[in-house]
């Protein structure tokens, strides 16, 4: 569970290194900031799956639940979110240190 969990943290902090690189990029060559939300990457790459996601969400939940929480953390720029998200699996797939435990 430990190395499947390092390996998808990995692959998360990947993603989030590449949306930064992406924004510099073009913040470099507009002369300001760019920041991308993870909404807009989503949309754009995906859009299929990102408007079944939205009618999912919002037939089996309450319409403001899209509107007010999932949108909410969507706005997060990409490589934040990303970044979080596969620091936190990190932490939880990290190896354990083993201590021992003499008695006499």
Do not use: E
């Amino acid at each position: 569970m430990g190395a499947s969990l390092r390996f998808l943290a990995a692959c998360l902090l990947l993603v989030a290194v590449i949306a930064a690189v992406d924004d510099v990029t073009r913040a470099r060559t507009a002369g300001h900031a760019i920041v991308t939300p993870a909404f807009d990457h989503w949309a754009r790459l995906a859009p299929a799956t990102f408007s079944n996601a939205k009618a999912a969400v919002q037939r089996s939940t309450h319409p403001a639940v899209w509107d007010y929480g999932v949108r909410g953390v969507l706005q997060l720029p990409t490589w934040a979110l990303f970044g979080l998200v596969g620091l936190v699996l990190a932490y939880a797939g990290r190896r354990k240190r083993r201590v021992n435990i003499y008695a006499n």
